[in-house]
């Protein structure tokens, strides 16, 4: 089992900037690919950016070229830089692992644009 916690979130105003983190625990040797992912109010959900466990990176159209996808190995941690926030942003993110036997969801973090 994988366990992945978010942090990071909160409110910005349009423009503004925030990093989300997501931190994994247990058997994280078998995670292959990270990503995060939003749902919206009355939408569903949606991948944002994706990273695999050799570095390549994949986002949705709607933020590239203003969100960043990292990890670091060390900390065995994920990161979503998110610049240029604008209010359709707003939405709960969540961070998901997957890979052999795994496929991890965290719990969820708020992320509100709005001035």
């Known amino acids: 089992q994988v366990q992945l916690v978010e942090s990071g979130g909160g409110l910005v105003q349009p423009g503004g900037s925030l990093r989300l983190s997501c931190a994994a625990s247990g058997r994280f040797f078998r995670i292959s690919a990270m990503g995060w992912h939003r749902r919206a109010p009355g939408k569903q959900r949606e991948l944002v950016a994706s990273?695999?466990?050799?570095?390549?990176?994949n986002y949705a159209n709607s933020v590239k070229g203003r969100f960043t996808i990292s990890r670091d190995n060390a900390k065995n941690t994920v990161y979503l830089q998110m610049n240029s926030l604008k209010p359709e942003a707003t939405a709960v993110y969540y961070c998901?692992?997957?890979?052999?036997?795994?496929?991890?969801w965290g719990q969820g973090t708020q992320v509100t644009v709005s001035s």
């Open positions: 998901n692992a997957l890979g052999i036997d795994v496929n991890s």
């Open positions: 990273i695999t466990s050799a570095g390549s990176t």
